[in-house]
């Protein structure tokens, strides 16, 4: 298994994985998908086992310090120097989860966003996710003004 940044030749598998993984107001489109592919494929993660990818974590680049509805909707905001990270999806393939398999693709994001010298990563979840966000050491800073798909979001920030 290897953890490279995705291109254009994922878009189905990574469209698949999202639909698998989020009910269908929360999920990305392909057509989303496509355009991120397309322009900034560097802030997106996957994890690759001999062409089948089991967990992906999807990002975008802003100045801006907080993780909006929009940055969901109009991902052409993306700055490719932005300071911060605006993690948009983390991905498992419901028949690999509890494997570690998104951990490890975490751990890489982080890693490759720290030795560029960002800011930091923001991401909205549901409570439920807090404790797994918290492991990394995102800082859960209360509910979000999100309402991405009708949830209950919170905003964590994990800052270098």
Known sequence: MVIRHADMRDLDAVTKLEADS?????????EKYEYRL??????FWLLDDFGEIYSFVV????DKRD????????VSIHNPDGEWLMLLSVATSPTQ???????????QAIKDTKE?????IVLTCKEKY???YAQYGFVNEGKSVS????????????TF
């Open 38 to 43: 397309k322009h900034f494929s560097d802030c």
């Open 147 to 158: 309402e991405h798909g009708g949830a209950v979001w919170y905003q964590m920030r994990l």
């Open 22 to 30: 989020f009910i269908p107001s929360e999920a990305a489109t392909k």
């Open 97 to 107: 989860r509890h494997r570690g398999y998104a951990k490890q693709v975490m751990n």
């Open 67 to 74: 993780l909006t509805d929009d940055m969901f909707e109009n």
């Open 116 to 120: 560029l010298n960002r800011k930091g």
């Open 130 to 132: 807090i404790s797994f």
């Open 59 to 62: 990002c975008l680049a802003t």
